[in-house]
């Protein structure tokens, strides 16, 4: 499901804490994942989480932000209240944790939907960010993406997690999570949905987090989960189409233009045919590069 935001940098900020409310509503980070569930402790600081999102959304701080509020899961016994009191105008959508299968999914996007009626919003206003953090929720990656087609717009990768579950352990290459983090790529493409990787844990160590970046992009990642402000501007840069494939995309498309108005059907460039499925990229990196200089 395609959106008209950008998701290059999904930030968390413990709901319950004034100050990095506060700090994050002046932050770069392209969407702020409010957190309501495992950095909010004890138990009562939940509900001044949701008192919080609330607050700053009437005062105007979160003015023309996209919010997506983790929640607590299904089983947690908050999962109502959360959604309830935070299905409001100001907020995009809700980061659900720890899915398993489809079924989680479906499950909170009815919820939602009986929600939307009974306060009056239009059917499927608030959308699903599914956070991919056990074993069960990685061989399950397909019928996640695909359980609310019109809510889904992105799924997360969260590590920590994964690996208590998987019982394995983190080491310095990343081979312990090079898998899962392809299976979740792979998965959401196949949906039409948009992956996003996994927490850098090093936050000071900004040279590791290029490295992984650079495999991110490669493995199909849209955009990553961020914990700390300092690591937004080398995300940014690394999901931002750069100048020479905004060249590329628009050279191709000229080409493909051209050769439909002479009736080639075809367009080659340096030997190659001009194929769909360079074309379908040449698309996305313009329609991504609009979103970005309309929110300039």
């Not at 509503?25 to 969407?31: G, I, L, N």
């Not at 792979?186 to 039409?192: F, N, T, V, Y």
């Not at 290029?210 to 690394?238: A, D």
Request: charged residues 25%; aromatic residues 6%.
């Amino acid at each position: 499901m395609k959106v008209d935001f950008l998701m290059r940098s999904l930030m968390f900020v413990p709901a319950h804490n004034d100050r990095l409310m506060n700090s994050a509503s002046r932050s770069s980070a392209d969407v702020l994942l409010l957190d309501i569930e495992d950095s909010v402790q004890p138990i009562e600081n939940k509900q001044v989480a949701r008192n919080n999102i609330i607050k700053y959304i009437q005062e105007g701080l979160f003015k023309d932000r996209i919010l997506f509020p983790r929640v607590n899961d299904r089983e947690s016994g908050q999962l109502l209240k959360d959604v309830y009191q935070l299905s409001i105008d100001g907020i995009t959508g809700f980061m659900y944790p720890k899915a398993h299968k489809g079924e989680d999914i479906y499950f909170i996007g009815k919820l939602l939907e009986t929600i939307e009626a009974e306060k009056g919003f239009p059917i499927g206003k608030f959308k699903i960010i599914p956070l991919i953090e056990t074993t069960s929720a990685v061989m399950n990656i397909q019928d996640i993406c695909s359980a609310c087609p019109n809510r889904i717009v992105a799924v997360a990768f969260g590590c920590e997690d994964f690996v208590t579950d998987l019982g394995g352990k983190h080491d310095s290459e990343g081979q312990s999570i090079f898998s899962p983090r392809a299976m979740i790529a792979m998965g959401a493409k196949a949906c039409d949905v948009v992956p996003i990787d996994t927490v850098h844990i090093k936050v000071h160590d900004l040279e590791d987090l290029e490295k992984n970046l650079i495999l991110s992009k490669k493995l199909g990642f849209e955009g990553m989960l961020v914990l700390n402000p300092k690591e937004l501007p080398l995300v940014h840069q690394y999901y931002t189409p750069s100048e020479e494939e905004v060249l590329w995309a628009t050279e191709m498309i000229r080409l493909s233009d051209e050769a439909i108005a002479e009736g080639k059907g075809v367009a080659v460039k340096d030997n190659k045919f001009i194929g769909p499925p360079m074309l379908k990229m040449a698309k996305e990196i313009l329609r991504k590069q609009q979103i970005i200089s309309n929110k300039k």
